[in-house]
């Protein structure tokens, strides 16, 4: 079981995660991070990620992250 730490905060805007996600700046907090974009309209930025790999399998944790709601902020 391997563990790695995956900080998009210094990744360059506009490049694509290991998910294909666009990397860009948050609204809340202003750091970099990758955008997911969900069905009900809320936004996640994760700013870094725990992934473990066992064997096949690939278990990223999100251990950092800021939420916009579906109305963004106010």
Known sequence: MTL?????????KG???MDN???????KCGRKGERRQYADG?????????VTRAGVFV?????DHCMIP???LE
Not at 42 to 50: C, D, G, P, V, W
């Open 4 to 12: 790695q730490l995956i900080n998009y905060t210094i990744y360059r």
């Open 15 to 17: 490049r694509k995660s």
């Open 21 to 27: 996600r666009p990397i860009d700046y948050c609204p």
């Open 70 to 72: 579906e109305g963004g």
């Open 59 to 63: 278990l990223p944790e999100v251990i």
């Open 42 to 50: 809320s936004i996640m930025f994760a700013h870094k990620l725990r």
